[in-house]
């Protein structure tokens, strides 16, 4: 789950980008009775590298990071955990051009591995770049549904508006 308000729901603000990362896996750099810190730093090396996030210093606080390497690090580290089902809530919001662009292909290559994406989005381009399907949905109801081959920016626009019209 990469929720869409990345500062209040999925980092810690407080700690490095290496302790946001690697969180959900201290298990595996546990040994005895405490956390294994070369492992858990080449660990996040690694993965700050792999996905290109800047800059690299694993030992900075992420809440000086921008906001796009932010999210970059909250991707990581979701899609580190190799999940069945990736859910996404807004993952551009708020990141600039370059780590949108970033972000896209780091989502349609999970898909590719093998991964079910789900997104939720209010950005017509996203969603028309990433989705083979696409639910338009207006107060908690489905409103209109498109099927790969329908699915354009300006065909989810006209029913989004359709939809507001609506109700």
């Not at 999970?110 to 639910?135: K, T």
């Not at 626009?157 to 507001?164: C, K, P």
Request: include cysteine; hydrophobic fraction near 40%; charge should be positive.
């Amino acid at each position: 789950m990469v929720p869409g308000n990345r500062q209040r729901d999925a980092l810690w603000l407080d700690a490095t980008a290496s302790e946001n990362l690697t969180l959900p896996f201290l298990r595996k750099f546990w040994r005895l009775i405490r956390v294994n810190r070369s492992r858990e730093r080449r660990f996040a090396e690694e993965t700050l590298r792999e996905y290109s996030v800047r800059p690299f210093r694993p030992a900075l606080e992420i809440a000086k990071f921008s906001g796009g390497n932010q999210q970059k690090v909250v991707m990581a580290r979701a899609l580190r955990q190799n999940p069945g089902v990736l859910l996404l809530h807004e993952p551009t919001q708020g990141v600039d051009v370059g780590a949108k662009k970033e972000i896209l292909s780091l989502v349609r290559q999970a898909a590719d591995e093998g991964a079910a994406v789900v997104v939720f989005s209010s950005d017509c381009e996203e969603v028309a770049q990433l989705c083979n399907r696409v639910h338009i949905m207006r107060y908690g109801s489905v409103t209109a549904t498109l099927a790969e081959g329908e699915i354009s920016e300006d065909r989810i626009l006209a029913l989004s508006q359709q939809s507001a019209l609506k109700k």
